[in-house]
């Protein structure tokens, strides 16, 4: 009799032993979802964090402005170029990657068909280089008298924004004739030859023989093309002859930048981060 309600008893001891064995692996078993799921939403979020502030994981400074054209353009060919600087060791000199160019307009004396012609000819230029332009809106400033096409010198390397205007042969007689546009940059050497960059520039506009060319059939074109022509010079391009390219010293009728134009743009594009 005590032999079989001892072995009862084991019977139950064991059949309740077996069950708090199952009750810990379920809970265990629910413990574990919990924690991939975790373990996913945390990588889920360093990425999504990788994805909008690049310099959180590589140490490097994102870009300003968000878009596609703060990524680095690929050349689409080769071709002739050319650059209005270079560092001693052949590097040549454009603005910070890392930075947008910051820019204002002074719209005094823009004819009526030029509403968007400035911002058009922008968008062309930084969709072209990977350049981040940032529109500061509109000013008063005139553009310096000195005819070299640069901005205001400045010592300090945040300097004022570039500045796009509209001028008359007896404001800035550089822009005369068939020459529809000065372009050009201010660059500073904080660190010596190999540090130089550009910091601020300025592109002047034949206000009168771009509102004739813009009362011509295909005159927009052709005009927007001449603003990017002088935005080429103010990110660093230089005149190539090569009539295939829009930095050539004379129009050729191209509606925008070509392989080699492209080319340059890139290298300049390519530049250190400051």
């Known amino acids: 009799m005590r032999y079989r309600q001892m072995s009862r008893r084991l019977a139950e001891l064991d059949r309740l032993d077996r069950g708090a064995q199952?009750?810990?692996?379920r809970r265990l078993g629910r413990a574990n979802l919990i924690f991939i799921g975790c373990a996913l939403a945390v990588l889920g979020l360093v990425y999504g964090l990788g994805r909008a502030f690049p310099s959180l994981?590589?140490?490097?400074?994102?870009?300003?402005?968000?878009?596609?054209?703060?990524?680095?353009?690929?050349?689409?060919?080769?071709g002739p170029h050319a650059f209005l600087m270079t560092t001693p060791t052949g590097r040549p000199v454009g603005y910070d990657p890392c930075r947008p160019i910051h820019y204002v307009l002074n719209p005094s004396?823009?004819?009526d068909a030029a509403a968007n012609l400035v911002q058009d000819a922008v968008h062309q230029v930084a969709a072209a280089s990977g350049f981040t332009f940032a529109d500061d809106g509109v000013t008063q400033q005139r553009p310096d008298l000195s005819g070299d096409g640069g901005g205001p010198r400045s010592p300090r390397q945040n300097a004022q924004p570039v500045l796009i205007a509209w001028a008359d042969r007896a404001e800035f007689p550089r822009?005369?004739?068939?020459?529809e546009g000065i372009g050009g940059s201010t660059s500073l050497?904080?660190?010596g030859p190999e540090s130089a960059r550009y910091v601020t520039g300025q592109v002047?506009?034949?206000r009168d023989g771009l509102a004739e060319l813009l009362n011509r059939r295909d005159g927009y074109v052709r005009a927007r093309a001449i603003v990017m022509h002088e935005l080429g010079h103010l990110v660093g391009l230089d005149h190539v002859?090569?009539?295939?390219?829009l930095m050539a010293p004379n129009y050729t009728g191209l509606a925008g930048f070509g392989p080699g134009d492209r080319?340059?743009?890139?290298?300049?594009?390519a530049s250190p981060c400051w």
């Open 22 to 25: 199952r009750g810990r692996k």
């Open 57 to 78: 994981l590589t140490g490097i400074p994102g870009p300003w402005s968000v878009g596609d054209s703060a990524r680095e353009p690929s050349p689409t060919g080769t």
């Open 109 to 111: 004396g823009q004819p």
């Open 175 to 179: 822009v005369r004739g068939d020459i």
């Open 189 to 191: 050497e904080p660190a």
């Open 204 to 206: 002047v506009l034949n």
């Open 241 to 245: 002859n090569a009539p295939g390219e």
């Open 263 to 269: 080319e340059g743009l890139a290298r300049l594009r």
